[in-house]
Every structure is written in C-alpha cells, then in structure tokens.
C-alpha cells in the first residue's frame, strides 16, 4: 500500500514538474503570408483579381524604401524581426494596415507607441479631408498578440484581424 502511494505521488510531482517546466509555443507565423492573405482580401473586396491592379503600396519595413514611413512614427528597425506596411497610394482612401514582430518581448511597446504615432498622423490628415474615411481612421485597431503588433484601418477591420488573429493563434498548434 505504501508503494503504490509513493508510486502515485511521485506520477504526480513529475506530471507538475513537466507541466510547469514546458514553455508555452512561441507562434511561428510569418508577417508576409499574413500581408499575402490581407492583400488577397483587400483586392477580393474591391473586385480585383492581383495587388498590381489594386494599386496598394506595400512595404517591407526592413527594407531601404520604407524608410520615409519608419522615420514618421519613429518606428525603430533594430527592434522588428519582420514587418510590412500596406496602404492605398492613391490617397483616395484611408486604408492602411501594418503588421510587425517584435525581436525581443521589450521591443513590443516601442512598436506599438510608433503604430499609434500613425494613428495620430492619419488622425490630423483626415480629419480635414473626408469624413467617412475619418471614421475609419478614429476607429482604427492597434493590437498586439504575443510578439505581434498591428494596425488596421480599413472598411472591414473585423476580418482583417481575425486573419491576422487566427494566422497567429494557428501558428502555435503547428
């Protein structure tokens, strides 16, 4: 009797120590396969079969000519593993999406204070312009998941972050 009460407290220590001791999954999903399946949408809503014909700009904030964009909300590259920027050239729209990931989990709130510095920005632009894309931006998403910080303002920011949500959270099952 006594060894199977220490047989049976000992199962239960090690299933503690193990569950304690396991970090939690890390998501593993990359910022352009969510820009990918952004762009998709953004071009099916409008009715266009490709982003060339959408006439969005996108922009890999790693990359040289994102930097008129990092410079105006004071975004730091050093602290982006990856991140992309897509927005309507025209400027007939507000629409402006941006996603990035955080290198270190410190590194988070200065990604996120530079994506609502964009809200800020877009804020004066529309306010003066037009007030259904006013809205837009007033209601505008800043989020962060795990190491994930994005911005959404478009039509239907609803779907829009379930993409982005469910593109994380699915990331960690894998």
Do not use: H
Not at 98 to 111: E, N, R
Not at 116 to 137: G, L
Request: aromatic share 8%; proline share 1%.
């Amino acid at each position: 009797m006594n060894r199977y009460k220490l047989v049976v407290i000992s199962l239960i220590f090690s299933m503690c120590f193990t569950a304690c001791s396991t970090k939690p999954k890390e998501p593993k999903v990359k910022v352009a396969d969510l820009m990918d399946q952004i762009t998709d949408k953004v071009a099916k809503d409008y009715k266009i079969s490709n982003e060339e014909q959408l006439g969005y700009k996108r922009l890999d904030f790693l990359e040289e000519d994102s930097k008129d964009i990092i410079s105006t909300i004071n975004l730091k590259k050093d602290t982006i593993e990856e991140g992309f920027y897509l927005a309507d050239a025209t400027g007939k729209t507000s629409d402006r999406i941006m996603i990035a990931k955080a290198k270190k989990d410190t590194d988070i709130k200065g990604i996120a204070d530079a994506f609502r510095k964009m809200k800020e920005t877009q804020d004066k632009e529309w306010k003066k312009k037009q007030k259904t894309e006013y809205k837009k931006v007033k209601d505008a998403l800043v989020v962060t998941k795990n190491k994930y910080v994005y911005y959404i303002v478009y039509d239907d920011m609803e779907s829009i972050n379930k993409i982005i949500s469910d593109g994380i959270v699915n990331s960690k099952k894998s």
